[in-house]
């Protein structure tokens, strides 16, 4: 009886071996099959890649921005050469001699090995010529960026590098590989995607040995999508220019459209040499039209756009500034020592006095001044297509208590009311704020205008945008235009006033630890505004003098050159 049960468990042991091998095979043949037979498929072939060339990018009138140049390298097939030392011996010498370097390469059993880039053209012929002798050597080429106009608009270019780590953990799903170049920033960046490309490539099947047996398939690489950008070089270049080489900024828009047509930061770079900018001590990368700064006389225009709407004032009440303004014990002084005297809330805002605004900002208090901001895109990204855009910073009651532990103070709400404080704005919302103040419109920033395939096919074309109205009343409108028209006329501004064309605009002078930041915005001509231009010159300390002068030089250039045109 005891042999019957021993016979029944070994038996039992059997069949539950034979199970689980059965569930093990059904397993990798059945649930997994698909799996494993792709392994097998790769481990039997191997793709040699080749890079696909990127879009290309043009500005609005079809000059080229960014685009590609064949780079020549020198390449080994290992598998041809090691089989046989003497030629191996015999074609390095040779191969030595032609590029004035001694070679020392890994053994690939598969991959071709880089001996040598960015290799001469000079060269090249002298190998094609050898090419009896120089068995196993292959001279191949591939796309490298190239941007033909050097650091113009490289904030807004961008460059590109080799994917890195961090990069290809994100990337890799959508088919990102080691070695592949990526948009770094910019442009570049922000439009990766599109621009990228397919990569082709070789496929050949190994032997057990990892050697190539024979060609499988061979597919060519697709390029990328082309961009046409809404800048407009040439007064892309003059905007640079005129900035010169101080640390700061220039944006100009259409306010009717919202397109850029010129964007500028400086410290730049050139993005054909990425690595000099490294050694840079001032920041090249940072792209400042995006960065948020303190905007000083310039909110100005929000503040009384605030008053006027909410009835806490009207065009015709009279101030009075001695030169101070008294908030308890302590004096709040006005930029002009000596006072403006009796004026206007109109007047007030022509000659910038702080004594009438700092009188504005108490009345309003900083959540209804930070409602009017918000009216105008002040405290968002306005969601331009490049990274890097800050939000900046509308300070509110709340925001005070949360983040600084502190109540707000009437202080708080005379600075608000000046532009200074807690307030931070970028160059850009800067821009868009004139040009909703000219048009009576909000638009949306934007770069890119149209897509297009390699094979000409258009993927996205920009819709005209109508934009969002401001909710104000038409009068309101009109006291703000006057008084930015008279800036400029015969106010703090005079220094962009022109001959032939009427400017708008304001300025201002934004405390900072060091130097005051300078700031210069106007929109022209004042009645049928065509372009609006913030100019910002960190550490400028005045307005009316540094970042007045660049958009001066912008205004003219841009106007004697459409007199030039007509």
């Given at each position: 009886?005891?042999?019957?049960?021993?016979?029944?468990?070994?038996?039992?042991?059997?069949?539950?071996?034979?199970?689980?091998?059965?569930?093990?095979?059904?397993?990798?043949?059945?649930?997994?099959?698909?799996?494993?037979?792709?392994?097998?498929?790769?481990?039997?072939?191997?793709?040699?890649?080749?890079?696909?060339?990127?879009?290309?990018?043009?500005?609005?009138?079809?000059?080229?921005?960014?685009?590609?140049?064949?780079?020549?390298?020198?390449?080994?097939?290992?598998?041809?050469?090691?089989?046989?030392?003497?030629?191996?011996?015999?074609?390095?010498?040779?191969?030595?001699?032609?590029?004035?370097?001694?070679?020392?390469?890994?053994?690939?059993?598969?991959?071709?090995?880089?001996?040598?880039?960015?290799?001469?053209?000079?060269?090249?012929?002298?190998?094609?010529?050898?090419?009896?002798?120089?068995?196993?050597?292959?001279?191949?080429?591939?796309?490298?960026?190239?941007?033909?106009?050097?650091?113009?608009?490289?904030?807004?270019?961008?460059?590109?590098?080799?994917?890195?780590?961090?990069?290809?953990?994100?990337?890799?799903?959508?088919g990102y590989q080691l070695g592949d170049i990526v948009g770094k920033d910019g442009i570049e960046k922000y439009y990766e995607e599109e621009l990228k490309g397919s990569n082709g490539g070789q496929k050949?099947?190994?032997?057990?040995?990892?050697?190539?047996?024979?060609?499988?398939?061979?597919?060519?690489?697709?390029?990328?999508?082309?961009?046409?950008?809404?800048?407009?070089?040439?007064?892309?270049?003059?905007?640079?220019?005129?900035?010169?080489?101080?640390?700061?900024?220039?944006?100009?828009?259409?306010?009717?459209?919202?397109?850029?047509?010129?964007?500028?930061?400086?410290?730049?770079?050139?993005?054909?040499?990425?690595?000099?900018?490294?050694?840079?001590?001032?920041?090249?990368?940072?792209?400042?039209?995006?960065?948020?700064?303190?905007?000083?006389?310039?909110?100005?225009?929000?503040?009384?756009?605030?008053?006027?709407?909410?009835?806490?004032?009207?065009?015709?009440?009279?101030?009075?500034?001695?030169?101070?303004?008294?908030?308890?014990?302590?004096?709040?002084?006005?930029?002009?020592?000596?006072?403006?005297?009796?004026?206007?809330?109109?007047?007030?805002?022509?000659?910038?006095?702080?004594v009438v605004f700092y009188e504005l900002g108490r009345r309003l208090g900083p959540e209804r001044l930070a409602r009017y901001a918000r009216f105008y895109g002040l405290g968002e990204r306005l969601g331009?297509?490049?990274?890097?855009?800050?939000?900046?910073?509308?300070?509110?009651?709340?925001?005070?208590?949360?983040?600084?532990?502190?109540?707000?103070?009437?202080?708080?709400?005379?600075?608000?009311?000046?532009?200074?404080?807690?307030?931070?704005?970028?160059?850009?919302?800067?821009?868009?704020?004139?040009g909703a103040v000219a048009t009576g419109k909000r638009v949306k920033p934007f770069l890119v205008s149209e897509i297009r395939k390699h094979n000409g096919q258009v993927i996205y074309q920009v819709s005209?945008?109508?934009?969002?109205?401001?909710?104000?009343?038409?009068?309101?409108?009109?006291?703000?235009?006057?008084?930015?028209?008279?800036?400029?006329?015969?106010?703090?501004?005079?220094?962009?006033?022109?001959?032939?064309?009427?400017?708008?605009?304001?300025?201002?002078?934004?405390?900072?630890?060091?130097?005051?930041?300078?700031?210069?915005?106007?929109?022209?001509?004042?009645?049928?505004?065509?372009?609006?231009?913030?100019?910002?010159?960190?550490?400028?300390?005045?307005?009316?003098?540094?970042?007045?002068?660049?958009?001066?030089?912008?205004?003219?250039?841009?106007?004697?050159?459409?007199?030039?045109?007509?």
């Amino acid at each position: 009886m005891v042999k019957i049960d021993k016979i029944k468990v070994v038996i039992g042991i059997i069949i539950l071996v034979f199970l689980l091998l059965f569930l093990r095979l059904f397993q990798l043949q059945v649930l997994e099959g698909t799996k494993f037979q792709k392994l097998a498929e790769e481990n039997a072939a191997k793709t040699i890649p080749s890079l696909a060339p990127r879009g290309i990018i043009y500005d609005r009138y079809g000059r080229i921005l960014a685009e590609n140049r064949p780079v020549f390298f020198v390449q080994i097939m290992p598998h041809l050469l090691d089989k046989d030392l003497k030629l191996k011996e015999r074609v390095l010498s040779r191969l030595e001699n032609l590029l004035k370097q001694k070679i020392d390469y890994q053994v690939s059993a598969v991959q071709p090995v880089i001996i040598k880039e960015n290799i001469p053209l000079e060269t090249v012929v002298r190998i094609e010529e050898q090419k009896e002798e120089l068995k196993g050597v292959v001279v191949g080429s591939c796309p490298l960026r190239f941007y033909p106009f050097g650091t113009a608009a490289s904030h807004l270019l961008g460059y590109v590098g080799e994917i890195e780590a961090d990069e290809l953990k994100r990337l890799k799903e959508k088919g990102y590989q080691l070695g592949d170049i990526v948009g770094k920033d910019g442009i570049e960046k922000y439009y990766e995607e599109e621009l990228k490309g397919s990569n082709g490539g070789q496929k050949v099947e190994v032997d057990v040995y990892g050697k190539p047996v024979r060609l499988l398939e061979s597919f060519d690489p697709i390029a990328g999508s082309d961009l046409k950008l809404t800048i407009d070089l040439d007064l892309q270049i003059a905007a640079e220019k005129a900035l010169g080489n101080r640390e700061g900024a220039v944006v100009i828009l259409d306010p009717k459209t919202g397109e850029i047509l010129a964007l500028v930061s400086h410290p730049n770079y050139d993005p054909n040499r990425v690595w000099e900018a490294l050694k840079h001590g001032r920041h090249p990368f940072m792209n400042r039209a995006l960065a948020t700064y303190p905007p000083g006389s310039i909110f100005k225009v929000v503040t009384l756009t605030a008053a006027l709407e909410e009835k806490l004032t009207h065009p015709g009440e009279v101030f009075y500034c001695p030169g101070y303004y008294l908030i308890g014990q302590r004096k709040a002084r006005c930029w002009k020592e000596s006072g403006h005297g009796h004026l206007t809330v109109e007047e007030g805002l022509v000659q910038s006095c702080d004594v009438v605004f700092y009188e504005l900002g108490r009345r309003l208090g900083p959540e209804r001044l930070a409602r009017y901001a918000r009216f105008y895109g002040l405290g968002e990204r306005l969601g331009i297509d490049l990274p890097q855009e800050k939000r900046g910073l509308v300070p509110t009651e709340e925001w005070k208590r949360q983040v600084l532990r502190e109540p707000w103070y009437e202080g708080d709400s005379i600075n608000y009311g000046i532009g200074q404080g807690f307030l931070q704005v970028t160059p850009l919302q800067m821009a868009a704020v004139y040009g909703a103040v000219a048009t009576g419109k909000r638009v949306k920033p934007f770069l890119v205008s149209e897509i297009r395939k390699h094979n000409g096919q258009v993927i996205y074309q920009v819709s005209s945008s109508k934009g969002e109205p401001l909710p104000f009343a038409k009068e309101t409108l009109e006291v703000l235009r006057k008084a930015l028209k008279a800036v400029v006329d015969r106010g703090t501004g005079i220094a962009a006033r022109m001959t032939e064309v009427s400017v708008s605009g304001k300025t201002g002078t934004a405390q900072n630890p060091g130097l005051p930041h300078a700031w210069f915005l106007c929109y022209a001509p004042s009645e049928a505004p065509e372009i609006a231009i913030a100019s910002f010159v960190a550490h400028g300390e005045h307005g009316d003098r540094a970042a007045a002068y660049v958009a001066r030089d912008i205004l003219k250039f841009y106007f004697d050159r459409k007199k030039e045109i007509w």
